[in-house]
C-alpha cells in the first residue's frame, strides 16, 4: 500500500486542524454515504451525489472483468495494434496503466489530436491489423466522432467488416453506443453513469483499453480494493483525507502550484493527475494548478507559491535498480526542495499495480481538496464556452460579443486567411496555407514583434503561471523546442509554466484556464496545419477543426479577460519556435 509522508512545514498546523475538524464532522463516514453537503449546503446540487459512484469502483470492476476477458481473448493473432481514440478522462488513464504495467498485449497508441499533421503522420497504421476502440462518454465528443470517422473510412477501404476492428466504450444509451450497435461493432461497453470521466480509471474507459494492451487488471483492481479500505479508516491512517487536506491548505496558504517529481517508474501517472486535479479544482476564481515535466530548476529559484509531490520507487525494486546503476534521484531532488523550505508530499510505492491504489487515493484526496477550497469537484462549467465559440467559428460566424477579439474567424473556407491581424508571426516569409508567395513582401517588422513578446512578458507576475497551448502536430523535434521554451519562458519571468497540445489540453486544463484565479498567462502557438484531411462524413477538415477550436478558446479566454498572447510558428525545422525562444530569452 502507498506510504505518504506530509512535510508541510509552517502549514502543519493548518493541515491538523483541518484533520480534526473532519474527524470531529465524520467527514470520512459522510463520504462514504454519499454526503453532498461536503461541497455544497444545498444537497441537491446537480453533478454531486450522482457523480459519486467511482467509489463503488473497486469493488465493482473485479466483478465485470469477465467480458472485458472475453474481448480480449477473441481479438485475432493477425490484429498487431491498439489504438485508443479518445480524449482528456476518456483516454488518459489507460495510457497510464500501459506505461506503468505494460504487459503482453497489443501495443496501445494514443490519438487525441485533430491536427492534419498529426493525423497524416498515422499514415503508418495499418487498419485491416488494428482494433480500435472509440471512448467518450457522452457519445457526442466532436475530435472522438471525427477520427472514429476517419479510421472507420479507412478501414472500410480494405476489409469488409470494418464493426469487427472498433470496440466502443461510452455511457448506457449515448448516441455512441447507438451508432456502435448500428454499425456492428466488435463489443460495446457501457460504463456507470454516475462516474464523471476523470474519475473513471478504475471503470470501462481505464480497463477494457488497458486489458487489451496487456495489463494485469486483478493486481491493479486488487491494490484498489486495498485503497479503498485503508480511506474508511480513521482520517490520521487515511491516505486520501490525509491527502485532501494538505492540497486544500496549502492552496489556501498561496502554494497552489503543485510540482509533480516522479521516479522513471511513475513517470507517466502525472500526466493523468494534472487533468484531475485541474478540471477538478480549477474553477469558482480559485484553483489548484498542477505543474507536471516542467525544466527543473535550482531549488532555490521556486517562489512561494509551490508544493512538491514526489512518487518514490522504493523496497526491492528500488534496491534493484541502484544496484544495477540505475540509482533514482528523485528522493536526493525533495530531500533539496524541502531543505529550501518548500512543502513537500511523499508518496513511496513498491510495486506496478500500485497504481491502482494511487489513482483512487487521488480520486478522495481531490475530491476533499474540493471541500476545502469549496469547490464542486465533480462538474466542469467553464468549458462549454468554447465548444460553443468554436462551433460558432466552424459556421464561419462571429458572436456579436465583442469580447470574442478581433481575430474571431470569419470564414471557415479553405482558401481562408488563417491568420487573424493580432497575430503574432514569426514565420512571416512562409506564404499562408492557400496562398500564393507575394511578389513583394514588405520587410518584417522585427521591432515590432520583439515588443509585443516582451510586453506580454512584462505582464507576468512571478506568482503567476505561463500555459502554452501548441496548437501543433507535435513530435520529437516540436517537443524538445517546446522544453526549451518553457525554460526560456522561466528564465525570464520566474513564474511556473505548463504545456498543453491542443485540443487535447480542453479536455484536460481546459476548465481551470477559463474558471481558475486570474493568474494564468496564456501563450497560444499555431500554424498553418498543413493540407486538409477531409473528416468523412462530415462537411468540414481536420485543419478547419483545430483553427476553430483554437479560435474558440482564444475567445473564451477572452471573455474572462485573460491576458493572452496568439504566435504563428511552424517553418522548417522549427522556425518559427527557434525564433520564440530567442525572442523570450533576449527578455530573460
Known sequence: MI???LSTGPHREA???????????DAVGRLWRRDATLWSSDPETPELA????????????????????????????????LVLLGMGGSSLAPEVISCTMPGEGLPLTLVDTTHPG????????????????????????????????????RTAEVVEDPGEHFVAITDRGSPLAALARERGFRAVFEAPPDVGGRFSALSPFGLVPAALAGADLPALLDEAVVAADACKDDIRHNPGFLLGAALGELALAGRDKLTFEASPDWAAFPEWAEQLVAESLGKDDRGIIPIIDEPPRDPAAYGDDRVFVGLILSGEAAREAEQWGDADETPARLDALEAAGHPVLRMRLEEPGELGALFFVWEVGVAMAGSVLGIHPFNQPDVQLAKRLARLAMAGETPSDEAMTDDAETDPDADADPQADDTVDLVWELPRFGHAPPRNPPPPDVDGIRSRVHEFLDE?????????????????????????????????????????????????????????ADNGVFLQLVDDAGTHVHVPESDFTFRQLIR?????????????????????????????????????????
Open 548 to 588: 476553430a477550436q483554437a479560435l474558440g478558446d482564444l475567445g473564451a479566454l477572452a471573455r474572462r479577460e485573460r491576458r493572452t498572447l496568439r504566435v504563428r510558428v511552424g517553418g522548417p525545422e522549427g522556425l518559427g519556435l527557434r525564433r520564440l525562444i530567442q525572442l523570450v530569452e533576449e527578455r530573460g
Open 118 to 153: 498529426a493525423i497524416r503522420d498515422l499514415d503508418w497504421l495499418r487498419p485491416a491489423n488494428s482494433l480500435f476502440v472509440v471512448a467518450s462518454k457522452s457519445g457526442t465528443t466532436l475530435e472522438t466522432l471525427s477520427l472514429f470517422r476517419y479510421f472507420w473510412s
Open 50 to 81: 450522482d457523480r459519486l459512484g467511482w467509489l463503488d469502483l473497486p469493488e465493482t470492476s473485479p466483478g465485470a472483468l469477465g467480458p472485458v476477458e472475453e474481448l480480449r481473448a477473441s481479438v485475432p493473432f493477425w490484429f498487431t495494434d
Open 460 to 516: 507576468v507576475e512571478p506568482t503567476d503561471y505561463i500555459a502554452v497551448q501548441a496548437y501543433l502536430a507535435g513530435g520529437e523535434e516540436e517537443d524538445n523546442l517546446l522544453v526549451a521554451l518553457r525554460a526560456a519562458l522561466a528564465g525570464a519571468t520566474g513564474a511556473a509554466t505548463t504545456l498543453g497540445y491542443g485540443p487535447r489540453f480542453l479536455h484536460s486544463t481546459g476548465q481551470l484556464h477559463k474558471g481558475g
Open 3 to 5: 506510504e505518504i509522508e
Open 15 to 25: 493541515v491538523e486542524r483541518r484533520l480534526r475538524a473532519w474527524a470531529e464532522e
